[in-house]
DNA sequence: CCTATCTTGGACTGGTCGTTCCAAGTTAGA
DNA sequence: TCTAACTTGGAACGACCAGTCCAAGATAGG
């Protein structure tokens, strides 16, 4: 009986995630995403909600499309050490060239604004720390069994440092930061977790 | 002749680093400022100028007074790592209790926002990160004359981690991490500076 | 006291914000 | 073909935004 709707939410949703990224969520208006996506404002809010909604969606979007598949395949990748510097030479790249240079991370970006009050959103914020670390320390892990990492290094711990650490490149790099830097910054702290023998 | 100020443009100028610091600058309307200063409008415009000049004016204004002493004491601490050690302590426990609890570090929340892109704001950004990387380094050198770090550590490198650590510690602070874990985070890339034998 | 000069309060502007609403259009089962 | 259910375009809403403007107030030299 009804009618179906013309567009595909999907592609729409992929729209605006990419117009959060680049520009920020809080500087894009509703009139923004219209013309982004070429549906109108009742199809919106339909479909998706507020802002809010829509704000969250595209966060989750992003976390399950960018975020998460590169954890995977950090955290199953079984070369250790050289898995964590292969995730930060990426990382760095695609901050600061390509498609995406300069946008840094949408997760990260969302840190600082006022978004970041939002349940919902908090919410995706923490599982986006959680599975970044927990990826972190799994690589770390391997490294141990591994014997490339010194014998004091908690993993755990460490995790957190290279989590950190990849929230400081995502900024860094959005307000122009240069790859060189970054990954010199990379690298000191990877020579610091090293096995003294592997050097 | 003429008539004088009938407040202190100092003292107004705390108030909104205070204001920008806390709730973010593109959130807050220049109506909040004025309440929260005290003056109106008129002063407002005539004194700072508009909304930009007196964003860039309560950035310069913080790094001036909160970021700048910090450094300067770290740089000239002679005590080498702990120094390091006690100014992530300080940091995590002024981003997690205090007056200033989840305020974050207003020079880091710029990072994400659309002010970023002005040229004399994205000036601020990067003196900060100049001046805090030049005061790690500083510490990292008396560290490595103390002969508290590996000697295959390369100052300037390892002053770019450290500064991309406290990027991150004053991010996640601002969504609500524990300072146990930015600790824990910390200490794992001291650790891994560490010289073998102080272990 | 007078007046030139600056400050101040507050009304006002044009524009943009997120959101709502409704008439017109589209669909598919009866 | 008729109609109930849904989508869609676009107008309209009140609230807020940064910024402007001017009359009224304050000041200090003459």
Redesign the interface.
Known sequence: MPDIKHFDPDAALDQVVRLFWE??A??TGIADVVQATGLSRSSLYATFGGKERLQAAALRRYLERQSRPVFAALAADGRGLPAITGFFERLVAARCTGEHARW?CLV??T????A?AIPEI?QV??AH?TELRAAMRAALETARDRGQV?P???P???A??L???????N??S????GAG??L??????L???TR?EE?
Chains 1, 2 share one sequence.
């Open positions: 520009r920020g809080d500087v840094g990260t970006n840190h600082t604004g006022p970041r908090q914020l923490d720390h010194g004091g290094l908690d755990h711990a460490a957190e440092t989590a950190l650490l990849a929230y400081g490149v900024l860094r959005r307000a122009g930061a830097d970054l010199a910054g990379v690298r000191a702290v020579d610091g977790f003294i050097r």
